[in-house]
């Protein structure tokens, strides 16, 4: 069984910075797919940002602006943003895809950018 535990959210303004971790625990596999999806409100979760040992893809609309790090050590991941925008409002969510296609996901973390 995959545990997944975010935090690093919080409010922060235009222009602003915030880092979020996902500790992992359970079975983790480096090979495999760690990272980040959002949900604003009255919209579908999307895919912000992934890594495995293979490739990094992030979402068009965070290009050159995120950054997303894996600590195969320690089982975290982290996304580190950078000039934030009032439209990276919404709660991130921790994502991770086993060998056998099974996703797991955490809590979420409320990230609110607003003056």
């Known amino acids: 069984q995959v545990q997944l535990v975010e935090s690093g959210g919080g409010l922060v303004q235009p222009g602003g910075s915030l880092r979020l971790s996902c500790a992992a625990s359970?079975?983790?596999?480096?090979?495999?797919?760690m990272g980040w999806y959002r949900q604003a409100p009255g919209k579908e979760r999307e895919l912000v940002a992934i890594?495995?040992?293979?490739?990094?893809n992030y979402a068009d609309s965070v290009k050159g602006r995120f950054t997303i790090s894996r600590d195969s050590v320690k089982n975290t991941v982290y996304l580190q943003m950078n000039s934030l925008k009032p439209k990276d409002t919404a709660v991130y969510y921790c994502?991770?895809?086993?060998?056998?296609?099974?996703?797991?996901w955490g809590q979420g973390t409320q990230v609110t950018v607003s003056s």
């Open positions: 994502n991770y895809v086993t060998s056998f296609r099974r996703q797991y």
């Open positions: 890594t495995s040992s293979h490739t990094t």
């Open positions: 359970g079975t983790i596999l480096n090979i495999n797919p």
